[in-house]
């Protein structure tokens, strides 16, 4: 009895043993497992960049030389030389409030907003900000001598930009000893 008793046991330690063995090996499988596709997902099985980056510049090399045959084909273009021009920088400046005032003999008022346009340097714009208040009350005189009728003539914005334009530069000529505006242009123009 003593004899079966320890078969029994050791039957029982035996089947133990097999069932601690069998799950350590479960546990190394299932690391085994995760660590490969880890390392599959992270690209560590990838080609080298060295290896990618020479199949890339195969591939270009096989389309351009695809390319190149497609081009053979056609006639060549001639391609015109486009003649050298020296162009001045234009340099715009608003002036930064707008003017209003009165139109002759009317109760109607004028507001304009004036910009102007130089092929000069920024000395013409910093003149202009040094003489602002010269430069805004000749251009008030101006438009108080406008009238209702001279406001219908199709030409009147034009001729009226280049009034101001040669006040402007009749200010600055005699305070700077250069005028340098090109053009006048109205950012606002409103008759009310």
């Given at each position: 009895?003593?004899?079966e008793?320890?078969?029994?046991?050791?039957?029982?330690?035996?089947?133990?043993?097999?069932?601690?063995?069998?799950?350590?090996?479960?546990?190394?499988?299932?690391?085994?497992?995760?660590?490969?596709?880890?390392?599959?997902?992270?690209?560590?099985?990838d080609?080298?960049?060295?290896?990618?980056?020479?199949?890339?510049?195969?591939?270009?090399?096989?389309?351009?030389?695809?390319?190149?045959?497609?081009?053979?084909t056609?006639?060549?273009?001639?391609?015109?030389?486009?003649?050298q021009?020296?162009?001045?920088?234009?340099?715009?400046?608003?002036?930064?409030?707008e003017?209003?005032?009165?139109?002759?003999?009317?109760?109607?008022?004028?507001?304009?907003?004036?910009?102007?346009?130089?092929?000069?340097?920024?000395?013409?714009?910093?003149?202009?900000?040094?003489?602002?208040?010269?430069?805004?009350?000749?251009?008030?005189?101006?438009?108080?001598?406008?009238?209702?009728?001279?406001?219908?003539?199709?030409?009147?914005?034009?001729?009226?930009?280049?009034?101001?334009?040669l006040?402007?530069?009749?200010?600055?000529?005699?305070?700077?000893?250069?005028g340098?505006?090109?053009?006048?242009?109205?950012?606002?123009?409103?008759?009310?």
């Amino acid at each position: 009895m003593a004899d079966e008793q320890l078969d029994d046991e050791e039957k029982k330690g035996g089947k133990g043993l097999i069932k601690i063995i069998l799950i350590v090996v479960a546990v190394l499988v299932l690391v085994g497992v995760t660590v490969g596709a880890t390392l599959f997902f992270t690209g560590f099985f990838d080609p080298a960049p060295e290896e990618a980056a020479e199949a890339q510049i195969q591939q270009i090399e096989t389309e351009a030389e695809a390319a190149a045959a497609v081009t053979a084909t056609q006639p060549a273009k001639i391609q015109l030389a486009a003649p050298q021009i020296e162009k001045f920088e234009t340099v715009y400046y608003e002036l930064e409030r707008e003017m209003i005032a009165n139109l002759a003999n009317s109760r109607k008022v004028m507001q304009v907003k004036v910009a102007i346009m130089t092929h000069y340097d920024e000395q013409v714009v910093s003149n202009i900000e040094k003489h602002t208040f010269a430069i805004r009350s000749a251009i008030m005189d101006l438009m108080r001598q406008v009238s209702e009728q001279r406001l219908e003539e199709p030409s009147f914005r034009v001729e009226f930009a280049e009034d101001i334009r040669l006040a402007m530069n009749s200010i600055l000529e005699e305070n700077e000893d250069f005028g340098g505006i090109e053009q006048v242009y109205f950012s606002e123009f409103i008759v009310q």
